[in-house]
């Protein structure tokens, strides 16, 4: 699903903040993106979501060269992968609930076909009864379940979450992990930047990629 | 159905903040040039409408003149070419100026009251023409000929040319203006949606990640641009017809004045047709359109330098 091949970024003349990388991510997989602050998770998220360039080697996604993608294919790329940003992203803008329609807003689908499960989905995250509220009113706790509400409403193959759990209480925690299990279990790739060492130790089966110094290790999980 | 007690608003909140793109500033920039575009337009329909009744007032006559020579008995001769025209075909009317109505029309440049009768003024015989067909003219001019040989025809064709080229050059300078002011409302626009677009970057950047297309984006700007430039365009036009409309108002008011004749001569009625106020209409749907487009294809370029 996921392939990067001795993939390089640096930005300017600087040092490679990326370096020769090599991995792969399979459809249906569970991994987590692990290591020090600063290390380069997100700059990793950010790559497979193609919304940076590497400066050197492959990038292949869903079996296409993400070089050679042109604008509309990326668009339908990024249709099939879901992503939960560290500092959410939520538009101030829209209401909870029309943040969460969002992805289904912008495929031209009908307010009055998704509205159920859009509500659904929000109370599952237990925000059902702040739907009306915008996201400068809401928790970083509550900011954290919609941004998650947001990114799995379209279902989507491939998930990158950037810290999913950062800002909420142990208990609501593990019922969103759940919930990325769940979406696993369905067909759902998922991928997680985390430096939680206890979230990693509880899914004990998932695949671990540690980044440090630019260089990304491997580590298979334990079967299950 | 929603779950109860849940009310889900209807509304389908714009994606691009209303309040963080450009608004009055551009309302006001595109109604002041639409106005200035239909002032250019208006103007340049007035004057061509001016010309072409002057041209055609003018070209409907034509004067017969014959100037005092010695030995030559001017009123025998002005006689012989009364008649001559009045039979002539393609003649409406032949009215010979006396020699009091002559000096009449000298008044303006030498003053009243002065003796003429040493002076050579010319008499003049206007011809009203039902015909002016090139084949009339010749046939009266070769009647004229023969019958007064000592009388010179005037079709006055010379000033007919020289009123059209320059309404044409009014005409022509107006579109340039016209085009000038259309280019700088379209780089007005340009600026906006530019400005407007740097200004929601990561509004932009988050409906791409979550699928958004650029078309889609674009038209989300486009429509809100459009909204603008349609209030522009209104309060502008509209500005404009109202102008238009006044001053045909104050035109007909002072026709009626001492000297409004020779004005309304001169400068035309200054009323638009039925058409040139359409004319304007369509300069106003025009530049709400133009807005749009301008836009989008703005924004259509500033998403291609986007990942």
């Given amino acids: 699903m996921l392939l990067f091949e001795n993939v ?12 020769g990388v090599n991995f792969s991510i399979d459809p249906q997989s569970f991994t987590f993106i692990t290591g020090p602050s600063g290390a380069g998770k997100t700059t990793l998220l950010r790559l497979m979501l193609l919304s940076l360039r590497p400066t050197r080697g492959k990038i292949h996604i869903f079996d296409r060269d993400a070089s050679q993608l042109d604008k509309r294919e990326l668009t339908g790329l990024r249709r099939r992968i879901g992503v ?53 009113v809401l928790s970083g706790g509550e900011k954290q379940r919609a941004a998650i509400a947001r990114a ?53 089966f998932a695949r671990r990629l540690v980044v440090g110094d630019g260089l990304v290790s491997m580590f298979d999980g334990a079967s299950p | 159905m929603p779950p109860n007690n849940v009310v889900v608003p209807a509304r389908h909140a714009p994606l691009i903040p209303r309040d963080s793109l450009a608004g009055n500033a551009l309302v006001a920039v595109i109604a002041i040039l639409t106005f200035l575009a239909c002032l250019t337009a208006g103007g340049a329909m007035l004057t061509s409408d001016a010309a072409h009744a002057w041209r055609s007032e003018v070209l409907s006559e034509v004067t017969i003149q014959i100037k005092p020579k010695s030995g030559v008995d001017v009123q025998a001769v002005v006689d012989k ?32 009251g002065l003796d003429l009768s040493l002076l050579p003024v010319p008499r003049l015989i206007v011809v009203a023409l039902s015909d002016q067909s090139p084949d009339a003219l010749a046939r009266l001019r070769q009647v004229l000929q023969q019958a007064a040989p000592e009388a010179s025809l005037d079709d006055h064709r010379t000033w007919a040319r020289r009123i059209g080229a320059m309404a044409n050059a009014i005409v022509g300078l107006a579109l340039v203006v016209f085009i000038l002011t259309i280019v700088a409302m379209a780089t007005a626009i340009g600026f906006a949606t530019r400005g407007a677009m740097a200004g929601v970057r990561e509004i932009i950047d988050v409906l791409h990640f979550v699928g958004a297309s650029d078309a889609f984006i674009a038209s989300e700007f486009q429509r809100h641009f459009r909204r603008l430039g349609l209030k522009g365009a ?44 359409l004319a ?20 259509f370029r500033y998403l291609s330098e986007l990942l």
């Avoid at chain 2, 100026?97 to 029309?105: A, F, M």
């Fill in chain 1, 8 to 19: 390089g970024l640096r930005y300017g003349m600087g040092p490679e903040i990326v370096r």
């Fill in chain 1, 84 to 136: 939960v940003f560290q500092d959410f992203r939520l538009l101030d803008h829209l209401t909870t609930y029309e943040n969460v329609a969002l992805p289904l807003r912008v495929v031209g689908r009908e307010e009055k076909d998704y509205r159920a499960e859009v509500i659904e989905l929000l109370r599952w995250v237990g925000l059902g009864d702040r739907m009306h509220a915008l996201p400068p």
């Fill in chain 1, 152 to 204: 799995l409403i379209v279902r989507p193959e491939l998930l990158l979450a950037d810290e999913p759990t950062g800002n909420v209480d142990p208990g609501l925690a593990r019922r969103l992990l759940r919930l990325f299990v769940e979406l696993h279990r369905l067909g759902t790739a998922v991928v997680i930047a985390t430096h939680d060492v206890q979230l990693l130790d509880q899914f004990g």
């Fill in chain 2, 81 to 112: 070419a009364v008649a001559a025209a009045s039979h002539a075909p393609g003649v409406e009317k032949v009215h010979a100026y006396s020699t009091l109505e002559s000096e009449k029309l000298l008044a303006p440049w030498l003053g009243a």
């Fill in chain 2, 234 to 277: 209104l309060f502008g036009g509209l500005s404009a017809i109202a102008f238009f409309a006044a001053i045909s108002f104050l035109s007909g008011a002072w026709s009626r004045s001492p000297g409004g004749n020779e004005i309304a001569a001169m400068f035309g009625s200054f009323s638009l047709s039925a058409g040139g106020y």
């Fill in chain 2, 280 to 299: 304007l209409l369509l300069v106003g749907a025009g530049v709400t359109l133009l807005t749009g487009y301008v836009s989008r294809t703005i924004v």
